[in-house]
């Protein structure tokens, strides 16, 4: 059978293979043997190799096994021929870089779904092109209007704890796109988003009394 829609098996494999491959590694780590001394990184990534039958080259390529050498060394520091004030400070560098490596390359992964996560996003209306709904007396409970309210700004709230540049401007009255410029800026502007700011603001300022009240 084929892959569903949006399931990649490959990527899936892959990651299972490194996964595997990564408690082999730390398996053939373990168990090197106590008194058994290297010259370098090299001479460890060697054993290693020997050991977990991979490729002296893909434990250096692949940063999840290079992490886990560079680990072992700040562990071990005396396993490695040379001062042993040197070994692991230079190991934990290396080990510091590794992880910071992997981090990005996790974070450019996300950043590719969610650029197709929006690119298949149907195209919404222009700021100020459709007419404003739900404000007109007899059009919803103010309760109504208080949960809806809230609820979009817990979601603003969380873009913007994730720096994905999605902002309030108060002063102007407008939902922004900081990462965009010119018309694309704005999402969402006056008048459509008047009740919203002034709930916010309302918010706000009901925030600041129960603080003055408390001190």
């Known amino acids: 059978m084929g892959a569903r829609k949006g399931q990649n098996n490959f990527r899936d494999h892959q990651r ?31 054993a290693v190799a020997q050991g977990t039958g991979l490729h002296a080259t893909t434990l250096a390529r692949n940063p999840h096994y290079r992490k886990a050498l560079y680990q072992f060394i700040v562990a071990n520091p ?27 390359r996790a974070a450019q992964r996300d950043l590719q ?30 309760a109504e209007f208080d949960m809806t309210a809230t609820v979009l700004a817990r979601l ?5 704890e994730k720096e994905l540049g999605i902002v309030v401007d108060m002063e102007r009255g407008e939902i922004v796109d900081a990462a965009e410029d010119g018309s694309r800026r704005v999402i969402a502007g ?13 918010q706000e300022a009901r925030r600041r009394a129960l603080d003055e009240e408390a001190t």
Not at 96 to 104: G, K, M
Not at 123 to 133: K, L, Q
């Open 16 to 46: 299972k293979a490194v996964e595997d491959g990564l408690r082999l590694v730390e398996r053939v780590l373990k168990a090197l043997p106590r008194g058994t001394r290297y010259a370098d990184f090299n001479a460890l990534k060697r």
């Open 78 to 104: 005396g396993r490695i021929d040379g001062p042993t004030e040197e070994a692991a400070p230079r190991a934990t560098l290396k080990a510091q870089a590794v992880a910071a490596e992997i981090r990005v």
């Open 190 to 202: 006056k008048p459509d988003t008047g009740p919203f700011i002034e709930w916010m603001r309302r």
């Open 156 to 160: 603003l709230a969380r873009l913007a």
């Open 113 to 142: 779904r969610l650029r197709r996560f929006v690119e298949q996003q149907p195209a919404f209306p222009a700021p100020g092109t459709v007419d404003a709904i739900g404000h007109a007396p007899g059009a919803g409970t103010q």
